[in-house]
Structure formats: C-alpha cells, structure tokens
C-alpha cells in the first residue's frame, strides 16, 4: 500500500502537531535515487516514494511533508477557505450559517413529510392526526400559513399580477 491509497486529494485535512489549520494534499512524497547494483545510474535516477504526504496549508504556498497517520480528514465547512483556520468563518460561505442550516433542515422535514402540492385541507388533516416534534410541526404550520393564503388569493384572483402564472393552482386548472 503506498502513502497516497486512502487519502482524497480533493480534501482537506489537518495536521497533528499544526494546531487548527487546514491542510490540502498535493500527493505523495517521492524522491530521487540510483543505484548501480540494480543498474539505476546516477545520470539518470528513478523516482519513489518515501511513504511520506506533500501538504500546504490553506492559504499559503509552502509545502511541508508529513506522515499520513497524522492527517484527519474535515468537513467541507469545518475550515475557512481563505485563511485556513479551522471553525473561522471569514470566507462567507453562507451554508455554514444558523439559518442556512435552518432552511436545510426545514427543506429536508418538507421533503420527508412531502408537503410539496398538498391543499390546505390535507395539511390541517396532517396537524390533526399524524404524530409530529416540535420542527415538524413548525415546518407543516408555516406550510398551512402559505397554502391557505395562496388558495384564498386564487379565489378572489388577487394574486395574477404578482406570481406571473407560478400560481401552482394556476397550473393545475391549466393542465
């Protein structure tokens, strides 16, 4: 098994004995070596690996080479993408943030519960009788909130105007 078998050069990682900074992989260590017993000159070496990892931190142009027993693999979001610090947020990538969390985790409990195109009347029959936590219930009520006015602006057509044929119920009579 060489060094570079199990390491993904598209991650980043950190390093003991670096504190938190994130490292990228370049690749394996090698090294230049001849020897005429087996017939490699010193005119023309042959390259292999030490066993060793080629890795740069983030944010920084030097490479330093490291044993790969020392690197632990992180998140996508766990380091800032400028400044290579673990847990700094400096880069705005906005997935990282409380309420993109929020609106990930609210899309997923909507795609569980398959809120998408149910009437108002299904989702007051869903709060009444499917057993549902706390964000559960707060993603069906917001749901609810937004079906009902929708259908109540659908009825007086007050809505044409303003979502520009998006209505879904528009389309469901144009169908």
Same mark, same amino acid.
């Given at each position: 098994?060489?060094?570079?078998?199990?390491?993904? %050069?598209?991650?980043?990682?950190?390093?003991?004995?670096?504190?938190?900074?994130?490292?990228?992989?370049?690749?394996?260590?090698? &090294?230049?070596?001849?020897? /005429?017993? #087996?017939?490699? !000159?010193?005119? +023309?070496?042959?390259?292999?690996?030490?066993?060793?990892?080629?890795?740069?931190?983030?944010?920084? $142009?030097?490479?330093?080479?490291?044993?790969?027993?020392? /690197?632990?693999?992180?998140?996508?979001? $766990?380091?800032?993408? #400028?400044?290579?610090?673990?847990?700094?947020?400096?880069?705005?990538?906005?997935?990282?943030? &409380?309420?993109?969390?929020?609106?990930?985790?609210?899309?997923?409990?909507?795609?569980? %519960?398959?809120? &998408?195109?149910?009437?108002?009347?299904?989702?007051?029959?869903?709060?009444?009788?499917?057993?549902?936590?706390?964000?559960?219930?707060?993603?069906? !009520? $917001?749901? /609810?909130?937004?079906?009902?006015?929708?259908? +109540?602006?659908? &009825?007086?057509?007050?809505?044409?105007?303003?979502?520009?044929? $998006?209505?879904? /119920?528009?389309?469901?009579?144009?169908?």
């Amino acid at each position: 098994m060489t060094a570079a078998e199990g390491i993904d %050069l598209d991650a980043r990682y950190t390093v003991a004995g670096f504190g938190a900074v994130a490292f990228y992989v370049e690749g394996p260590e090698v &090294e230049r070596y001849w020897d /005429l017993d #087996e017939g490699i !000159s010193w005119e +023309e070496p042959e390259e292999r690996e030490t066993g060793m990892m080629r890795a740069v931190m983030v944010g920084d $142009d030097r490479v330093w080479v490291v044993d790969p027993s020392d /690197l632990t693999k992180l998140g996508e979001l $766990d380091y800032c993408a #400028e400044c290579g610090q673990v847990g700094c947020a400096g880069d705005g990538r906005d997935d990282r943030t &409380e309420d993109a969390m929020e609106d990930r985790e609210r899309e997923a409990i909507r795609e569980r %519960l398959h809120l &998408e195109d149910r009437t108002a009347d299904e989702l007051r029959e869903m709060v009444d009788t499917v057993p549902l936590d706390v964000a559960e219930l707060e993603v069906v !009520s $917001d749901e /609810l909130s937004y079906v009902t006015e929708l259908e +109540e602006e659908h &009825e007086r057509g007050a809505h044409a105007d303003t979502l520009r044929g $998006d209505c879904p /119920l528009c389309a469901e009579l144009t169908e």
